[in-house]
């Protein structure tokens, strides 16, 4: 079974630019969560897909990101404009169904905002 | 907000020594995860506890679920190089999504 995919693995900006980042979940999982982890500290929700509709995106600092799940299965989170603070590495996770359930996450991509 | 501390932030060790962890709230948990995260991977669940007072062993490692449900421990017997890497506890409360602590970050000498 093929796990969850992300790319691109690795990204060099500059501040103001955008960046747009892309996970494709497990086949069949209707759950999908995108999770922000700077270092040294552990993965921060920023937001959840039951499909392809919003359960929770409380965290996600929405003057400058968005994300979308448009068909149910992969997703895309976009950052516009990217500042400095925002060098993290973006997980995406996917679930069977709903929270609670074991997520299985992709590799993640490495942002680096210079 | 739920939040976790875990203790130590770092830790290095010889093989073959033993650990334990820590991962401590003030909230109370329907359930807690123990996750083992590689440099360059994303999180790999090892553990779900769910009853107050409940202890899971997974080959050398034993983790343990506070009678209050806010707290947990995680011990590794006879620690190898391959168990190197950020250990991270989650609790999630009843209906909630999990909630991340910042990691134990651990390293194995041969």
């Known amino acids: 079974e093929a796990g969850v995919a992300q790319s691109p693995r690795y990204k060099i900006i500059e501040k103001r630019q955008s960046v747009a980042f892309w996970c494709n979940p497990i086949s069949g999982h209707a759950t999908l969560y995108w999770y922000q982890q700077i270092l040294g500290q552990g993965p921060k929700l920023l937001i959840q897909?039951?499909?392809?509709?919003?359960?929770?995106d409380s965290q996600l600092p929405k003057d400058r990101f968005s994300a979308e799940r448009l068909k149910g299965v992969d997703s895309t989170l976009k950052i516009q404009p990217a500042k400095l603070e925002d060098s993290a590495v973006y997980l995406c996770a996917s679930s069977l169904y709903r929270e609670q359930e074991t997520q299985y996450f992709g590799p993640g991509t490495r942002l680096l905002v210079l | 907000t739920q939040l976790l501390e875990q203790s130590p932030q770092f830790l290095s060790i010889q093989e073959g020594e033993n650990l334990t962890v820590y991962c401590n709230s003030s909230?109370?948990?329907?359930?807690l995860q123990w996750y083992r995260q590689e440099p360059g991977e994303g999180p790999v669940l090892l553990v779900t506890?769910?009853?107050?007072?409940e202890v899971k062993k997974l080959k050398r490692l034993t983790f343990q679920f506070g009678d209050a449900r806010k707290d947990s421990s995680l011990h590794i017997t006879a620690a190898q190089p391959g168990d190197t890497g950020l250990y991270l506890c989650?609790?999630?409360?009843?209906?909630?999504?999990?909630?991340f602590g910042p990691g134990t970050r651990l390293s194995v000498l041969p």
């Open positions: 506890v769910v009853t107050g007072g």
């Open positions: 897909f039951q499909n392809n509709g919003v359960v929770d």
């Open positions: 989650a609790g999630a409360g009843y209906g909630q999504n999990f909630v």
């Open positions: 909230s109370v948990f329907s359930s």
